[in-house]
């Protein structure tokens, strides 16, 4: 089973600075990486699909860049609707995975 | 367009087995994707992907479920379903139908469609 680690479990940001959030897997994945947004009592809502695709009507101030099993996403200036838990998952190989999750917070 | 719908009881007994249906509506099941799957979330924890199924042949479990879990299609009603037995506590969850799409390299996995989830509470 491929083991997704996020990092930092908390990341603190004032709106309007630039959040990074890491993604590392356990093994390469190509590039067979989502990452996902998830605020409370909703559904996750995907953000990005192929390491670095945005996915429809997701703001371009979101980014996401890496490969093999390294990756990041960025949002470039937090907006006060950004503030929720960002998930990564592989899909490179069976069981599809996920990050235990980062949750953004207001500073 | 697509939306999905979870629909199943709220509350199950220890021990006993969960039935779960997912009802797809904006676009037929069996040509929208050749896969869909099921995901929860445990309350205040992360996502867990459960399994998915394939049109082209068998459904993919999690190794952690895999003696538990079924999950089968009906197309004619335009629904898939999740079957998981011998329920315990650690079973309750939020439970989300959803669909993975596939992405430039044609591989899938990446859910962009999902229904609003169902609270399942196991206990007596």
């Known amino acids: 089973e491929i083991v997704m680690t996020q990092s930092p479990a908390t990341l603190s940001v004032s709106p309007g600075e630039r959040a990074t959030l890491s993604c590392r897997a356990s093994q390469p994945l190509n590039s067979h990486l989502a990452w996902y947004q998830q605020k409370p009592g909703r559904a996750p809502r995907l953000l990005f699909y192929g390491a670095s695709t945005r996915a429809t009507g997701i703001p371009a101030r979101f980014s996401a860049s890496g490969s093999g099993t390294e990756f990041t996403l960025t949002i470039g200036s937090l907006q006060s609707e950004d503030f929720a838990v960002y998930y990564c998952?592989?899909?490179?190989?069976?069981?599809?995975?996920f990050g235990q999750g980062t949750k953004v917070e207001n500073k | 367009q697509l939306q999905l719908q979870e629909s199943g009881p709220g509350l199950v007994k220890p021990s006993e087995t969960l039935s779960l249906t997912c009802s797809v509506s904006?676009?037929?099941?069996?040509?929208?994707?050749?896969?869909w799957g099921w995901v929860r979330q445990p309350p205040g924890k992360g996502l867990e992907w459960i399994g998915s199924?394939?049109?082209?042949?068998?459904?993919y479990y999690n190794p952690s479920l895999r003696s538990r879990v079924t999950i089968s299609v009906d197309s004619s009603k335009n629904q898939f379903s999740l079957k998981l037995t011998s329920l315990t506590a650690a079973d309750t969850a939020v439970y989300y139908c959803?669909?993975?799409?596939?992405?430039?390299?044609?591989?899938?996995?990446?859910?962009?469609?999902w229904g609003r989830g169902t609270l399942v509470t196991v206990s007596s």
């Open positions: 199924l394939y049109f082209g042949g068998s459904p």
């Open positions: 998952q592989q899909y490179h190989a069976w069981p599809w995975t």
């Open positions: 904006g676009g037929s099941i069996s040509s929208s994707s050749e896969y």
């Open positions: 959803a669909r993975p799409q596939p992405d430039n390299s044609g591989y899938y996995g990446a859910f962009d469609i």
